[in-house]
């Protein structure tokens, strides 16, 4: 069930990055952290400075991934813990499950109406924001802005954040968790690299998929209901070992 987690955890990742919320901001970011005007950013670059623009998103993505990763251990534990305390189960449609696992499913549902519109939950509209100098941060300004990006979780990295530390709280180690949430930050941080190192293109193409970035918003509100219909009728740990014996190689990873 871990491989399975995995996959879905670097899936959540990418599904984060070409969000609303986060794909827009991804040219301004790289360009602030590496000292570069948009026009430069777009420009295609000699070797020494795609070098630079790379380790300036490097020691971005290490920022967030350092958070994440925490996170991640902190839901295993906390997880942990409240199953040692209450132990309880309820009854859905016949199945015992964990309480635990109705409240996630509950709140993952919640989520997913507010992408689809049908729910609109105020304090996802919240984010944290970072004031800057003017003035290029170097790469250590470059891993505080990442951990500033990571605390000031965005509207749609959020639910998708909070889905994956769900699964992640179920994990029996801290260990788990926290590559469970190294494994996002991976599906988050790679496209950022890319971004980085192949920029011209990068710009070329976010620019055309923009017009895509509503049916992309439903979408990951379609998926988050699912997930969350699936933990609260206790169908997640059955798709979960259906997956495993359908594809017995996902049962290697991790």
Do not use: D, N
Not at 1 to 15: N, Q, S, T, Y
Not at 133 to 155: D, E, H, I, M
Not at 184 to 189: A, H, K, M
Request: proline share 5%.
């Amino acid at each position: 069930m871990f491989g399975v987690g995995i996959i879905g955890a670097f899936f959540g990742g990418l599904l984060s990055f070409v969000s609303p919320c986060v794909l827009p901001l991804v040219p301004p970011y790289l360009c602030y952290i590496a000292g570069l005007s948009a026009e430069e950013f777009a420009q295609p670059g000699t070797s020494h400075r795609r070098k630079h623009i790379v380790l300036s998103a490097l020691s971005f993505v290490l920022g967030f991934s350092t958070v994440f990763v925490a996170l991640g251990a902190t839901a295993s534990v906390f997880g942990q813990a409240i199953r040692r305390l209450t132990g309880l189960e309820v009854s859905v449609f016949g199945t015992e499950i964990p309480l635990v696992s109705l409240v996630a499913g509950v709140i993952i549902t919640a989520m997913g109406l507010h992408f689809l519109g049908v729910l609109r939950l105020a304090f996802l509209y919240r984010e944290a924001r970072l004031q800057v100098a003017q003035k290029p941060p170097g790469l250590l300004g470059g891993y505080v802005l990442g951990l500033a990006f990571a605390f000031g979780w965005t509207p749609c990295i959020g639910p998708i954040l909070a889905t994956i530390l769900a699964v992640a709280g179920a994990e029996e180690t801290a260990a788990s968790g926290a590559f469970l949430l190294f494994v996002y930050s991976l599906g988050l941080g790679a496209p950022f690299l890319l971004a980085a190192a192949f920029a011209p293109a990068f710009i070329a193409w976010a620019t055309g998929f923009r017009r895509h970035l509503f049916a992309v918003e439903k979408t990951m509100g379609g998926f988050l209901v699912l997930t969350g219909i699936l933990f609260i009728t206790g169908q997640m740990s059955v798709m979960s070992y259906w997956l495993l014996e359908t594809f017995p190689a996902l049962g290697t990873i991790g």
